[in-house]
């Protein structure tokens, strides 16, 4: 299984980014532990962050063919970009939406995702460890898929 893991805006502060919010744990923690839990798992798990929309669009555009699945955090992109929502929707790789924290028991304006509707799945408000339950389920997710295939 090979399996894209994107981060959006802001997120390369994790550690010190509001750590009552997101915690204190790094996102090169959070793509190491992902590697590795992968690793054990028979699965490569490849990392990127952007503070760019555009350049999500691109790594999303490019996935099908060259990933099994994807893990995104689009940072407070989740909450606006039409353009991720018809990328994933467009490349058909399932995607598993991510947050660090619980969007839906924030600001309003957290509350409405552009990109759940386009999702096989949303994990949030584990901190760190939503990236990686996010991994596990997802892989498990297409296990059960390849074998009914
Ligand atoms: C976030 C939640 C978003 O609302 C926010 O804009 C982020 C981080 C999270 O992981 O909890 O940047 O995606």
């Known amino acids: 299984m090979r399996i894209l893991c994107l981060s959006g805006p802001n997120l390369q502060l994790l550690g ?11 996102l090169a923690q959070i793509h190491a532990e992902l ?11 490849d990392c990127r962050q952007s503070n760019h929309e555009g350049a999500l669009v691109d790594w999303i555009g490019e996935a099908r063919g ?59 408000g584990f901190g760190a460890a939503s990236y990686r339950v996010a991994l596990y389920a997802l892989l498990d997710w297409l296990d059960a898929r390849t074998k009914v295939d």
């Open 66 to 124: 060259n990933y099994d699945g994807m893990l995104l955090n689009a940072g407070a992109f989740t909450h606006t970009s039409l353009a991720l929502r018809d990328a994933i929707r467009a490349v058909q790789v399932p995607c598993v939406e991510v947050h660090l924290s619980n969007p839906e028991a924030r600001e309003p304006f957290r509350r409405r995702s552009r990109i759940a509707p386009v999702c096989v799945a949303k994990v949030a």
């Open 35 to 45: 590697a590795d839990l992968g690793a054990a798992r028979g699965a490569t798990v």
């Open 16 to 26: 010190t980014r509001e750590p009552e919010v997101y915690g204190s744990t790094t």
